[in-house]
């Protein structure tokens, strides 16, 4: 085997150029599949975070049966997670808990609308989200943790409304004993996120100020968190799981990450993810096509070669061999050149996002940043480079095949 | 309280106007229809809410003007909720909360959401349902807890402004009054249904004094809300100005 493996990589050596070639033909499909991804990834990276950041946080904690209900019957004790060992987690961010109710809000008596109405901690929910952004009130200012009679509202509401900054606005609900809950707050700021539903139906005040009319002292319906790496999400969320193990488990707990919080976003770019995997796949079909006729033509042209070592006593199954290994060292030096240029470029292009320039506004208007970056992924590399390597040993195989079947005597006197 | 009552007290009248006994379907609520108009009527009635968290009675004290579709209801029990209001005009609703005495307009979108936290939605309590909205079928006659009853289906015309696809009502074949309605959605799907029971006496006229509302839709499994009244008089004039905004912040 070892002899074998001597013999294929001097073979290799013995036509540079070939050689070369084949590798750089490698080395551009591994590549090229790299920095595709890479960048595909860096914008669904984007839209995530976009999309996290307008509130539901990578990861969320509930009361087991809340997503599918949504009431204030699965609210929590804040006191029963420990939020404190929450933020202690290594890889969380932020964390940022919440009360939610549908609510009607009016102004005067004659302007109403539904509403979702979130209390939150202020300095916590500015931190994690897309209110913390300077720019984000149009008018007025964000919460502050003392405003416990305050609320932001969003631009649409506002203008539905007629509300404006200093506005009484009513809150009316029903809390979590079916009493009637009703609470007068101040108008304190409008914001505008951009997204229809939040700038029409969301209204934010403090926790502590809903918890009291909701007549849940103590509770959230959720805690949001944020992770410092998206692709630490899941080890995150285990390190949540085994904090909440010895406090009622699965039984009591749901943990959810953007995958799940998100589903019609993960939809998208799901959708995405397995059309660029088919049409990087054809990419290097091609690609193979191309390294199937190198190596066949490098056997084609050792008949000489080869019916001399066999006359010399190999075997054609050794012969086999060799052809091989000379497959899976041009794959590997292909390989290993292919990946370490896409990996340099997404790291580059991580670090220097191209401004995008003609569509900067119409993007940016739908709530994007109008940035094209990188996300450089080992993970994603490594399986890429299994298949390429998969398909090149595939396409060694026939010349292999071939070459193992020559008669010495033909194959010397042929040359 | 239109859609509850109306239905019941409709028939209920009707008892009157039946000497010349049974027609078909349309002359039973055509008649009960004719004899609700103009209707004052005032009491006091109990609404139980019952959900899988919670369990809350309420009581409280209404007036309604069929004539003018106007109503009005006062909560006065328990002391948490006490004084908050609902009146309603037309087809509009008011709330008053007397926690920040202030009044909201219930607005258009909302009308589907509960109404003071019962299986009753807004538009159950705004809507003027009138017999006219509806194409009456007899179909059958069945027994419903010993007791004979008609059992009439009401299909929506065409242009109805009703959310549901078809209600089948079993009344009485003694004095219509109704022992039960099933709610049907548009997709012919039992959603809900009201019972009557506890027959008696009230203001000079025979009416069901309990109604028990159950959703059967899956999102509210384990909730019910039922309705008693306590005691109700028939034609005695209203002061004018109850039904009025004003009415509402007055608090009681």
Request: proline fraction near 4%; charge should be neutral; include cysteine.
């Amino acid at each position: 085997m070892k002899l074998l493996a001597r013999l294929a990589w001097r073979s290799i050596w013995r036509n540079r150029r070939r050689t070369l070639l084949t590798t750089l033909a490698i080395a551009f499909g591994i590549g090229l599949i790299v920095i595709t991804r890479g960048l595909q990834e860096g914008s669904f990276a984007q839209m995530i975070d976009v999309a996290v950041r307008r509130s539901p946080g990578h990861i969320q904690v509930h009361a087991r049966g809340y997503w599918e209900k949504k009431d204030l019957a699965h609210t929590f004790p804040m006191a029963a997670v420990d939020t404190a060992g929450l933020v202690r987690i290594p890889g969380v961010a932020h964390v940022s808990p919440k009360l939610l109710v549908d609510a009607l809000v009016a102004v005067g008596e004659d302007n109403s609308t539904g509403a979702q109405v979130v209390g939150v901690i202020p300095s916590l929910e500015q931190a994690m989200t897309v209110f913390g952004d300077s720019g984000i009130m149009e008018a007025g200012r964000f919460l502050m943790d003392g405003d416990t009679t305050d609320a932001v509202i969003g631009t649409t509401m506002a203008r539905n409304l007629h509300a404006h900054v200093g506005d009484e606005l009513v809150l009316f609900t029903q809390a979590r004993d079916g009493s009637v809950a009703a609470a007068l707050v101040r108008v304190r700021g409008i914001f505008h996120v951009g997204e229809p539903d939040m700038d029409g139906y969301l209204v934010m005040a403090n926790l502590a100020l809903m918890q009291n009319i909701l007549v849940a002292p103590g509770r959230a319906s959720i805690i949001a968190l944020t992770v410092k790496d998206v692709r630490d999400v899941d080890r995150v969320r285990a390190g949540i799981e085994r904090l909440l193990a010895t406090r009622g488990g699965s039984a009591r707990w749901e943990v959810m990450t953007y995958r799940q919080l998100l589903p019609e976003l993960m939809q998208a770019v799901g959708f995405k993810r397995a059309s660029s995997a088919i049409f990087l796949t054809l990419l290097l079909v091609v690609i193979a096509f191309g390294i199937l006729d190198t190596i066949l033509m490098s056997v084609m042209e050792r008949f000489h070669e080869f019916g001399l070592m066999m006359a010399l006593g190999m075997r054609g199954r050794a012969i086999a061999a060799m052809v091989f290994i000379e497959g899976l060292l041009l794959a590997v030096i292909g390989l290993a050149v292919g990946n370490a240029i896409g990996w340099g470029v997404n790291a580059w292009w991580q670090r220097h996002p191209v401004r995008l320039g003609g569509v900067a506004e119409a993007v940016e208007s739908v709530g994007f940043q109008p940035v094209l970056a990188a996300l450089p992924d080992l993970g994603q590399q490594a399986t890429w480079s299994v298949v390429v390597l998969c398909m090149t040993l595939a396409v060694a195989l026939w010349p292999a095949v071939v070459a193992a079947r020559f008669r010495p005597a033909e194959a010397i006197q042929q040359a | 309280m239109r859609a509850i009552l109306a239905a019941s007290l409709l028939l209920a009248a009707g008892t009157i106007a039946s000497a010349a006994g049974p027609l078909t379907a349309v002359d039973v609520m055509q008649r009960a229809d004719a004899l609700m108009r103009g209707t004052m009527s005032e009491g006091e009635m109990e609404m139980t809410v019952v959900t899988p968290d919670w369990r809350r009675t309420m009581r409280m004290r209404f007036w309604e003007d069929s004539r003018d579709d106007r109503m009005f209801v006062r909560v006065l029990a328990p002391a948490k909720d006490r004084g908050t209001a609902s009146l309603k005009l037309g087809n509009e609703m008011w709330m008053y909360l007397p926690s920040i005495e202030r009044s909201m307009k219930i607005p258009p979108s909302m009308m589907m959401q509960s109404w003071l936290g019962s299986d009753l939605t807004n538009d159950d309590i705004v809507k003027e349902s009138s017999y006219k909205d509806y194409d009456h079928t007899f179909l059958d006659t069945t027994v419903i807890d010993g007791q004979r009853a008609y059992v009439i289906q009401s299909i929506p015309k065409p242009d109805a402004p009703v959310v549901w696809g078809k209600i089948i009502t079993y009344a009485r074949t003694s004095d219509y009054l109704p022992l039960r309605q099933d709610y049907y959605d548009d997709d012919g799907q039992l959603v809900r249904r009201m019972t009557y029971s506890d027959f008696r006496r009230m203001g000079g006229r025979t009416i069901p004094a309990t109604y028990r509302l159950v959703p059967l839709t899956a999102d509210r499994r384990g909730h019910e809300t039922t309705l008693r009244i306590l005691s109700m008089t028939f034609d005695r004039p209203i002061p004018g100005d109850t039904f009025t905004r004003a009415n509402l912040e007055r608090a009681r």
